[in-house]
Each structure stands twice: as structure tokens, then as C-alpha cells.
């Protein structure tokens, strides 16, 4: 099964050109247009890595990974503005995985991409087993069906 990343980017046109270079490398995406959004849709789709943008409204994007590390683990790549060289090294030290600045080529990011999930997934396939759109958390055995529209909890004996 294809990993999910979650872009989180009120630009539009850099969305659309992430989501189509991520797509023609086989991954499935998921698009959050503030931060609020996006903590809500990683805690309902758990994706495989977040894809975020510094500039973004209701909740930036430092606000959106500090709660995301607070929750756990997953890979992320955070996209900055130009004319901003210390947010590299602002996010790196909050616990982004990589940050890239703005334009960024989008086979650059799915390459990046590539190489994070390559890294993150021998820790991560021990804990979640996923087939299809069941997905099993073996730690706390919790089943889900993924569906497009977010996750329904399996309630199973």
C-alpha cells in the first residue's frame, strides 16, 4: 500500500504541483489548507509524513509540528519562505525531519520524501500493520478502516 502524506500549504499553486509530482511517484495525498486542519486530519488519518508549510493561517506551521512531535513521531518536512534562512535551522532544531525553501522543485520534495519514509519505516511497519484500507496498531490492537474521507474505528472482540 502507498504511503499517505499530508500537505499542508495554503498556496495553492505549490499544492497543486506537490500533490500531482507526489502522485506520479505512487503516493496517496491528503491536502490541509490551515493548521487547525491539519492536526485534525493527522490525528484521523495518521499519515506517513506531513508535508508543512511555515505560513499558514489559524495555526502556523511551528505551532502545528510542535503539537505534532507532542503527539508522536512522524516524519516531517517543513516548506519556508525564501527570504527566511533561520527558519531552517529553527525547524530542524523543533524536530523537522528536513525543511526546504520555497519554491521547492516538486521531484526534489517526492526524492526527500522517498528517503525520510525509506529511513522512518523499519520502527514503523513493527508498530501499525496496514492491508489495503484495514489498518492494525499492534501495541494497543485497535483496528481502522482508511477511507478517503478520514479513518472509522473497527470495534472488534
Given at each position: 500500500m502507498s504511503s499517505l502524506i499530508l500537505i499542508?500549504?495554503?498556496?495553492?499553486?505549490?499544492?497543486?504541483?506537490?500533490?500531482a509530482a507526489l502522485r506520479r511517484e505512487g503516493f496517496r495525498?491528503?491536502?490541509?489548507?490551515?493548521?487547525?486542519?491539519?492536526?485534525?486530519?493527522?490525528a484521523a488519518l495518521k499519515p506517513d509524513l506531513v508535508l508543512l508549510s511555515v505560513a499558514l493561517p489559524v495555526r502556523d506551521g511551528w505551532d502545528v509540528l510542535g503539537?505534532?512531535?507532542?503527539?508522536?513521531?512522524?516524519?516531517?518536512?517543513?516548506?519556508?519562505?525564501?527570504?527566511?534562512p533561520h527558519h531552517r535551522l529553527q525547524a530542524?532544531?523543533?524536530?523537522?525531519?528536513?525543511?526546504?525553501?520555497?519554491?521547492?522543485?516538486?521531484l526534489e520534495v517526492a526524492a526527500r520524501v522517498q528517503s525520510?519514509?525509506?529511513?522512518?519505516?523499519?520502527?514503523r511497519n513493527a508498530k501499525v500493520l496496514r492491508v489495503g484500507p484495514l489498518e492494525i496498531?499492534?501495541?494497543n490492537y485497535m483496528a481502522a478502516v482508511l477511507k478517503t474521507g478520514g479513518r472509522r474505528r473497527l470495534d472488534l472482540t
Open positions: 499542508a500549504d495554503d498556496d495553492r499553486e505549490s499544492v497543486e504541483r506537490l500533490d495525498t491528503v491536502v490541509a489548507d490551515d493548521g487547525q486542519q491539519a492536526i485534525e486530519l493527522h503539537e505534532l512531535r507532542r503527539r508522536g513521531d512522524t516524519p516531517v518536512v517543513m516548506i519556508g519562505e525564501q527570504d527566511q530542524l532544531r523543533i524536530g523537522a525531519d528536513d525543511h526546504l525553501i520555497r519554491p521547492a522543485d516538486p525520510i519514509l525509506r529511513r522512518a519505516t523499519g520502527g496498531q499492534l501495541e
